[in-house]
């Protein structure tokens, strides 16, 4: 590159404790909205079988729209604040599966296996998020 060519790649974040490395982020970030993802899979499942979850109700009568975004919430969250690079994501990551199990654990009993599927979800939002500790950087000496 010349010295008149512009750098057009954005400059990396600075090292601080409590960030994830770019790996980690991005693997976080994937990871979550991965887990969102499935969520709208087993919504579009749910629909499509007729097999309500507690979060979405029947389709005769479905739940308030608040209610039904309730599992979105923790996922779309933390991977806006992996996008943001805001500290502390592992801590926060597994908050974000105690709350998508919190989602599975009110579908337990239900006509489907729905249940089954949230909690996968939840345990693969935990599994990256304590492999995000492998990246977050410590303190500087």
Do not use: C
Not at 30 to 36: D, I, K, L, M, S
Not at 118 to 123: D, K, M, R, S, Y
């Amino acid at each position: 590159m010349d010295a008149q060519t512009p750098e057009l790649a954005l400059p990396a974040p600075p090292a601080e404790p409590g960030h994830l490395d770019q790996f980690f982020t991005s693997a976080f970030w994937v990871a979550w909205v991965g887990v969102a993802g499935g969520f709208a899979a087993v919504w579009y499942s749910s629909r499509t079988l007729g097999f309500s979850t507690w979060w979405l109700g029947p389709e005769s009568a479905p739940r308030f729209i608040l209610v039904s975004l309730l599992p979105f919430a923790a996922p779309l969250t933390l991977a806006v604040m992996a996008l943001l690079r805001r500290p502390w994501l592992p801590f926060l990551g597994i908050l974000g599966a105690v709350i998508t199990a919190l989602v599975a654990v009110g579908d337990i009993g239900g006509p489907a296996k729905y249940w089954l599927a949230e909690f996968v979800l939840a345990g693969g939002g935990l599994a990256v998020s304590l492999a995000a500790f492998a990246g977050m950087y410590r303190t500087t000496r």
